[in-house]
């Protein structure tokens, strides 16, 4: 079963397998429109909803080669778009980064009123901060 392999594959590999296989859940959420439909559910099947090859051929009328095949062109279309644009890398830095400045921004205020000297200035801008990441994550 698709579940024995992939825990023999990360156990060979030191979880590069499971890594592997949520880099490619996640490009597919992101690039996932580029694929065929056929290719986008077959890969949906296999990585989201963790189907077996055999699961999915039935679903398909192919051979579990034939879905094998069709999952790797995926692989393939999805890795290699992400390394010509890097859309995927960049937003999810991006979110890291929005992360980090929500949670410097809290520590600020948290510093600020139990200070013995409160800022009313600081806790304007702290404010205004987390408002502008709100903003944007509201565009997303």
Known sequence: SKTVKQ???HEQRGGAAVAKNLEISYL???Y???????QRDVMEQYYNDDFSLAEIAANFGITRQGVRDSIKRGESILLELEQKVGF????????????????LTRDIR??????YAVSDQIERDAAAILEILHRIEGQE
């Open 7 to 9: 825990r023999t594959l």
């Open 28 to 30: 597919l959420d992101f």
């Open 32 to 38: 996932g429109d580029v694929l065929t439909q056929k």
């Open 88 to 103: 995927a890398a960049r937003y999810k830095a991006v979110q890291e980064s929005m992360a980090r400045i929500e949670e």
């Open 110 to 115: 948290f510093r600020n009123a139990n200070n």
